[in-house]
């Protein structure tokens, strides 16, 4: 055995010494010490190098040097090629062993293939996709620092060459936004790690994918969409996902607008579904729900809720259960949303500005033609009123749609409706807006008024429903600002004893008030047509201020009778189809909803962000108060009792159902 004897001529030269002794004596390949050499030590040296022992596995992971295992990866591959799987399907085996199993590969030992397999990109095409999908799709988030930036490296190398891989590398990240990997996903020699950390390390790497690949977003916007939670997922998922990506947009400037598109629409419907889900719930129950809402948003765990409690609820309750859940979801997400977008507005940068422009196409597309949003509108109510500019951006956009006669009628009745609400309960909305907008609502009614009136026979809200819209929120929007309308010699507001001891009658700016009569007494008649609600408000509140006196018509409309006009579809182009404004039956199918978008915000903890924006309804100082006629003797007690108070208190208790009760779909 050549080893054996090169081994033992190492270990046994000595340096000559001075009695001239040859090299020669100690040469072990000399057949007479062969000879001598006891046959117990030469068979322990035949075991120990015996050719027939398998030294492929080592105790050692180290051992396994990366020499070794790139050339055994190479060898994988191309026998992958010829047909040849036993080695290729032992490489995917190891990235998709369960680190925490006693079977699998040390991180050390795994960074090496991964460092052999990154060298090979290049024979990793569709063919070998099995084992690309497999080190994809690796507990690698967890492990040691080490590995995770090779794990980055690979990923770099293979989309450099194998671009096809793209959509399932960010389809893999991104499914992480939505169940995020376990923190104890690791081998025994990775250090511990937190989870804010493990989730950090997911943006780092879709940072630096992003940052290497030009074409990376294009891919990652359709990932972004369809991994989003489905509407019924619980509120924690929705969270997460949403906190996810919107971290996205602040390292992927050119997917902001659609991200944040993709979170409203997302929005929007979970908001609709609960209005459908509460049309036809009493308003006992409805209350409540609402109630029940706020228990949870001060608990903060309606997801722990026991699996045995859902088995023995029956249909009804369960029923209620859900849309309790989808409440809370709803406020949760709002919550988060109000956060994220005001540290954006609180910069007062350039990035406000593109936000706000974000918010407004948002508007546009999505929340404007959706008629049952009930919570969502309220961003953009909060952040208009940042400030001057921004609060005429969204008037000017909300106008911009109402009169723009090539859009769609419900569109057109809808804006209308978004900008009397907005300028009627914005609380930083300035007086001298309220009054240009007040301007432009009469302006346009007029011109509707003297285009319709010559041919209208009878009030028809098919025919002339943008008209009528236009004169609700007029309505609405005097109810709420009337002391703006009113015009002083100081030019301040009058205060309350200014309306109380006013002996004439007011001034009312420009000329509101003719435009106004002119208009309720017209053909077209629109307090027939307005929502009664709104048009009985109006009609004490007119009266008491001496603007107009309009109960002798209001006795006259309830002899008025409606019907539809056949010939009048084809203006809206709604046809026979239902819509907002014929979903109803009797003579309310005739009337306009009593649709105001900004009615009172009730999500309770998402609640807090507009205490300071919002508007609520204040009764005229001095007038009375208008008992409801109901049987309830309690009630009636309860209303004397209250009348002996203050008139202008009471007033606020009594009335303040003008904002309560008048969106239709209203929590």
């Not at 956009?397 to 978004?418: E, K, N």
């Not at 008491?544 to 010939?567: D, G, M, Q």
Request: charged share 30%; proline share 5%.
């Amino acid at each position: 055995m050549v080893s054996l004897a090169s081994t033992h001529r190492a270990t046994d030269v000595v340096v000559p010494g001075a009695g001239g002794r040859s090299l020669k004596r100690k040469n072990p390949d000399n057949s007479s010490d062969a000879e001598n050499t006891p046959a117990s030590q030469i068979k322990r040296r035949r075991v120990a190098f015996n050719p027939d022992v398998d030294v492929r596995i080592l105790s050692d992971e180290h051992a396994k040097s990366l020499e070794l295992v790139h050339e055994e990866v190479r060898r994988a591959v191309e026998k992958h090629a010829v047909g040849e799987k036993a080695a290729y399907d032992m490489l995917k085996g190891l990235f998709r062993e369960d680190p925490r199993t006693s079977s699998a590969p040390l991180t050390s030992l795994l960074q090496k293939y991964l460092t052999a397999l990154a060298n090979h990109v290049h024979l990793l095409d569709y063919s070998c996709k099995g084992l690309v999908h497999a080190i994809i799709d690796c507990s690698w988030v967890a492990r040691n620092d080490s590995f995770v930036r090779r794990y980055r490296s690979f990923l770099h190398s293979l989309l450099s060459i194998q671009s096809g891989y793209m959509s399932t590398v960010l389809q893999s990240l991104v499914g992480m936004f939505l169940k995020a990997p376990s923190i104890n996903a690791r081998q025994r020699d990775d250090p511990p790690i937190e989870r804010p950390r493990v989730e950090a390390r997911v943006h780092e790497c879709l940072r630096s994918i992003l940052r290497h690949n030009s074409m990376a977003s294009t891919f990652l916007a359709p990932s972004l969409a369809s991994t989003f939670p489905y509407p019924d997922d619980d509120a924690k998922t929705h969270v997460q996902y949403i906190r996810n990506v919107l971290k996205v947009s602040e390292y992927c400037p050119e997917l902001k607008g659609q991200i944040f598109s993709l979170v409203t629409d997302k929005l929007v419907k979970i908001d609709v579904q609960i209005q459908v889900d509460m049309e036809e719930l009493e308003d006992d129950i409805e209350e409540r729900l609402v109630g029940d809402a706020i228990n949870e948003a001060e608990d903060d765990d309606s997801d722990n809720e026991s699996a045995s409690s859902e088995e023995s609820l029956d249909p009804e309750e369960q029923r209620l259960k859900d849309i309790r859940q989808a409440v809370s979801k709803l406020d949760t997400i709002m919550d988060l949303l109000f956060k994220y977008y005001d540290t954006i507005f609180a910069q007062d940068r350039f990035e406000a500005d593109e936000l706000f422009e974000s918010l407004l196409a948002q508007f546009a597309s999505t929340i404007l033609p959706t008629y049952r949003s009930r919570h969502t509108q309220f961003l953009l109510f909060h952040f208009s009123q940042t400030s001057a500019v921004r609060t005429e951006q969204f008037a000017g956009a909300c106008s911009h749609v109402a009169f723009d006669q090539h859009r769609p009628h419900v569109l057109r009745v809808t804006a209308a409706a978004y900008l009397g609400s907005f300028i009627a309960r914005g609380a930083h909305v300035s007086p001298d807006t309220v009054r240009a907008v007040f301007d432009l609502l009469c302006h346009h009614l007029e011109i509707q008024r003297a285009t319709h009136e010559s041919g209208c026979k009878s009030p028809d809200l098919r025919r002339y429903g943008t008209y009528y819209a236009i004169s609700q929120a007029l309505l609405y929007l005097f109810c709420f600002r009337w002391r703006d309308l009113i015009v002083t010699p100081d030019g301040l507001p009058p205060t309350d004893q200014d309306i109380v001891y006013q002996e004439g009658d007011f001034k009312w700016y420009n000329s509101t008030q003719e435009i106004i009569r002119r208009n309720i007494f017209s053909k077209l008649n629109p307090l027939k047509i307005c929502a009664p609600t709104i048009v009985t408000q109006f009609a004490r509140m007119a009266h008491h201020l001496r603007f107009l006196y309009v109960y002798p018509l209001i006795e006259t409309n309830k002899r008025v009778r409606l019907a539809r006009s056949l010939a009048s579809g084809y203006l809206d182009g709604v046809g026979g189809r239902e819509t907002a404004l014929n979903a109803k039956k009797g003579e309310n199918a005739f009337l306009l909803d009593a649709y105001f978008p900004f009615d009172p915000y009730v999500l309770p903890k998402s609640k807090k962000w507009l205490e300071r924006d919002y508007n609520s309804w204040k009764p005229v100082p001095g007038m009375p108060v208008e008992k409801e006629e109901d049987g309830d003797e309690d009630e009636d007690e309860e209303e004397g009792s209250d009348s002996e108070q203050d008139a202008g208190a009471d007033d606020d208790e009594v009335h303040d159902d003008l904002g309560e009760g008048s969106t239709e779909t209203s929590l």
